[in-house]
């Protein structure tokens, strides 16, 4: 925004300067020091920047680098941070997937097992009490 005015100041500046006002001089006695369209020579001004450029503008501009040289650091940095972090937490949760699994698997082992020995009791009870019965009836018979 600050460029757009500067252009459209100096725009309009040169155009009030050169444009809108109008000459009288005279030109005749080869006097041309008022003449506002002389073409002077600007060959000079190329290197204007490095003549007007002082020891602050220069220290300025290598504080501006460097501080924006720490700016791409820290975002490279914390870019590659939250990457690995990604990385590590997807590791992390594919291994927690796999002992969900595993401990699924044991547990629905674990329910059969239990039914199993839940009809293996049933079964040793059943035994146990038709030894029992069996000896209380030979138990009577021998009296």
């Known amino acids: 925004m600050r460029k757009l ?4 100041f100096f725009t309009f500046t040169y155009f ?4 809108v006002r109008k000459c009288k001089a005279n030109y005749k006695n080869g006097n041309i020091a008022y003449n506002p369209n002389y073409n002077t020579d600007l060959s000079s001004i190329n290197s204007i920047n ?8 220069k ?3 290598l504080t501006k680098t460097i501080l924006k040289g720490i700016g791409i650091f820290f975002m490279l940095a914390t870019s590659i941070n ?7 937490l997807n590791e992390e ?3 927690h997937k796999r002992r969900e699994i595993d401990l699924t698997a044991r547990l629905m082992n674990a329910e059969r097992d239990v039914l199993t020995s839940k009809i293996e009791y049933s ?3 059943e035994e146990m009490q038709n030894v029992i019965n069996h000896m209380i009836v ?6």
């Open 93 to 95: 949760l594919s291994n």
């Open 50 to 57: 490095e003549k007007v450029e002082t020891q602050k503008g």
């Open 82 to 88: 939250l990457i690995l972090q990604n990385a590590v």
């Open 59 to 61: 220290k300025k501009n």
């Open 123 to 125: 079964r040793k009870v």
């Open 138 to 143: 030979h138990t009577f018979n021998n009296k």
């Open 5 to 8: 005015f500067l252009f459209l």
């Open 16 to 19: 009030f300067l050169f444009k």
